[in-house]
């Protein structure tokens, strides 16, 4: 606790104690008891992950914090029980290790490797219901909570939900771990995550380059060295949004060798625009546990508002604790960014600044679409690097909406996606995503622009 600063931290934190706190964004369940008993046997179950990992990645934040790593945090919106399949899962991996290897030999420094994946189920919603032909019905607030569909059966909050979504997570997580653990992501085969787009993409021979000089250089050390082992793994975190307290109370253990509570449902768990009210019960909950937190923070976010968050949420100024993730759109980040950024850096805190350059521009199309231009993600990324460098601090990391799949989301890009192509592979069920070309497209221009300014 800094001197002169009242502490205004409740005297005491439980895993459960956010119940005490106004809790915006969670289901109404019908049956308590359901509701109970899925609970226990949430509690009753292993881990996704473990605390040494949590703390691993914690290190490597405080390294970014430092300016030693980028992050790259990428995934969908929300992913979906029905997307936990095998070319889904991993050619979204795909994707993040191409992503990631433009950054590493184009920032030359380690790239943090982050998903939104392997529990990113639970969704915000801007109202509690949706009215289609005059029925009103609960909103669909993710597939940890209720179906999709629009019939009073499917809307109904669903403790089962609970159960399938920590399953879901754990057969992400179990895949990825076996493909990186497997040789996947040997940085001296890049080929493995070829996807067949790269043969024709406008920006394939940039691409191919890069292989090529990270392959040369690869094997000129280990003619020199002998094998390195590094190289044939990489590490690979997961985040998603803890949105849902009940479901990540169920995952908050204390462990035998680490003192403290650990989330164990996620490396890396996030708040969300909506719910990140001082006193609300996100902020409560997150202030409890171990683990590193990212905060999202929007265009209506004061120094006022934001210095009192940090010091409840980060009370010692613990390294790699704490994320910031701003998200304001093209059009505000110029306003809204620098008295943020000098505020924190006057205050003299540690952070790490992350851009999440798709959530403040999210638009609807006249055909009926929710889109995102290319133009204004890349806008607003070279805008934060820009605003970063003016005010002295650093840009540490990126956090986008991305998919490896050939969607046709997010208009612009390499192909010049128009509105009209949207409807011909538009598969979000929430928030439109970056497609694979865009998503590397997004890379590219990163080291362009951090390391060109
Ligand atoms: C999201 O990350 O999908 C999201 C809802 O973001 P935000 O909280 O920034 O609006
Ligand atoms: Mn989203």
């Known amino acids: 606790m800094k001197a002169g600063v009242p502490d205004m931290r409740p005297a005491e934190w439980a895993p459960s104690s956010w119940r005490s706190c106004p809790a915006l964004q969670q289901p109404h369940y019908e049956d308590a008891d359901e509701l109970a008993a899925a609970l226990a046997k949430l509690a009753a179950q292993p881990p996704l992950v473990t605390s040494w990992e949590v703390l691993a990645l914690k290190q490597g934040l405080a ?4 300016g030693k790593r980028f ?23 795909k994707v993040l ?31 509690d219901t949706e009215t289609r ?10 597939d940890v909570v209720n179906g999709a569909a629009f019939t009073a059966q499917a809307r109904r909050a669903d403790p089962q939900r609970l159960i399938r979504a920590h399953a879901h997570s754990a057969l992400t997580m179990n895949f990825v771990r076996a493909l990186i653990g497997g040789g996947f992501a040997d940085l001296r085969h890049p080929e493995y995550w070829d996807l067949a787009w790269v043969e024709h993409s406008p920006l394939a021979a940039e691409y191919r380059q890069m292989v090529k000089a990270i392959g040369d250089s690869l094997r000129f050390m280990e003619t020199l060295a002998g094998p390195i082992a590094g190289f044939s793994k990489v590490d690979f975190y997961t985040s998603h949004e803890a949105l849902l307290l009940d479901y990540e109370q169920a995952q908050t253990r204390l462990v035998p060798r680490n003192p403290g509570w650990f989330n164990l449902s996620t490396h890396f768990p ?19 546990i171990r683990n590193p937190i990212g905060v999202k923070v929007g265009p209506g976010v004061t120094p006022e508002l934001l210095l009192p968050l940090i010091e409840r949420l980060n009370p010692d100024d613990e390294p790699g604790r704490l994320t910031l993730i701003h998200r304001m759109g093209n059009a505000k980040i110029a306003a809204a960014l620098p008295p ?21 521009n999210t638009e609807n199309t006249s055909n009926g679409y929710k889109t995102r231009r290319f133009d204004n993600i890349r806008g607003e990324l070279e805008q934060a690097f820009d605003i970063h460098a003016a005010a002295g ?5 990126v956090h986008l909406e991305l998919t490896g799949e050939d969607v046709t989301e997010c ?43």
Not at 76 to 87: G, H, I, V
Not at 393 to 397: E, S
Request: glycine fraction near 12%.
């Open 63 to 66: 390294e970014a914090q430092e």
């Open 97 to 127: 290790l191409q992503m990631s290897l433009v950054l590493v030999h184009g920032l030359q420094k380690p790239v943090l490797r982050v998903g939104r994946f392997a529990g990113q189920y639970a969704k915000p919603r801007s109202a």
């Open 393 to 397: 601090t650093q840009l540490g990391g």
């Open 411 to 453: 208009t612009g890009g390499a192909r010049g996606l128009s509105e009209a192509d949207l409807e011909r592979a538009y598969k979000s069920m929430v928030d439109p995503r970056l497609n694979y070309e865009q998503s590397l497209e997004l890379a590219m221009l990163i080291v362009r622009k951090s390391v060109r300014g």
């Open 133 to 142: 032909d005059g029925v009103t019905l609960p909103s669909f607030r993710g």
């Open 340 to 360: 943020l950024l000098d505020a924190v850096k006057r205050s003299g805190r540690r952070v790490l600044w992350v851009a999440d350059p798709m959530h403040g």
């Open 270 to 288: 996030w708040i969300g625009m909506r719910t990140a009210a001082l006193d609300g019960a996100h902020v409560e909950y997150f202030r409890g």
């Open 71 to 93: 992050l790259l945090q990428g995934g969908d919106c929300a992913e979906s029980f029905a997307d936990c399949t095998s070319p889904i899962i991993s050619n979204r991996l």
